[in-house]
């Protein structure tokens, strides 16, 4: 399948590790250009070595509407264009009810949701002239819980509520907005999640004993094909929706 990505420009945020380096990594094999907005300075350069310098990094850690601006405007000055928005930076970061106080809630979730909507923001008018798309990496965690982590959570569920909201606002100019709901992937913040454990060898086990599809955590690279795909014009009547890729953890029988 030709998805039509040659030398087409993805801002990618969180684009250097994780999902978000799968994701930069898919595009360049696409041919496609991927602006890494991302701190990761090694990561960053082992992606732009694969792209032959084909690629771009703006090594920040996303927080005001001035940095989503600046960041915007870098990639327009550098490539001209951009195509489409994968909204992807975010950390667990467990600040819950009981733990947590109102301050690091707040902080919890501006840092985890606001620049969501500050990059659609500034990215809206080269997306409509291109009739770009968007992608929001939420969490399944937005529709079980998880317990101490009420900012993440917050801000995961309010990433479901804007897709649907943007995929209505942006109806008129064909720019199509849909959500990826991972559940358990294995990339560097997992890695440290599951080191605050006890035993993490056997937690990891565990949970992955309870992944449906192949008693296997999901890689990084099948998230990346989900968000390639609803980027590219393949996915051209895809709107408006929450895909779970996750080995069937969130819906399937429990007694699996
Ligand atoms: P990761 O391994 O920590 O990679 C995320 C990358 O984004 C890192 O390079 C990180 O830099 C960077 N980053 C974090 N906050 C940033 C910001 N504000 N601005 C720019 N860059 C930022 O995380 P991941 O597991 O790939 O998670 C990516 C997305 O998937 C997140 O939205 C997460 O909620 C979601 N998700 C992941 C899982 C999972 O199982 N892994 C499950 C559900 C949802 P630093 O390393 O320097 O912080």
Redo the contacts with the bound molecule.
Sequence with gaps: MNLNLSNKVFLV??????????ISKGLVEEGAIPVM????EK??AEIIDLAQGNALQIP????SPE?AKEAVDLAIKTYGRIDGLV??????DGVGLENGSPEAYANSVS??LF?YYYLAHYALPQLKQHQGAIVN?????AVTGQGNTSG?IS??GA?LALTREWAVELLPYQIRVNA??????????????IQSFPNPEEKLAEISGRIPLGKR??T?QE?AAMAIFLLSDKASHITGQHLYVDGGYTHLDRSL
Excluded: C
């Excluded at 907005?37 to 990761?40: K, L, R, T, V």
């Excluded at 559940?183 to 440290?192: F, G, I, W």
């Design positions: 945020s969180g684009g250097a590790k994780g999902i978000g380096g799968a907005i991302d701190p990761s990561e960053a920040i850690r996303l927080f940095q909204n992807n930076a975010g950390s667990n840092k985890n620049h990496i939420s969490s399944k965690t993440y801000a995961k990433q990826i709901l991972p559940a358990e992937v294995y990339t560097p913040m997992y890695a440290s999640w955590m999901t990084s998230i």
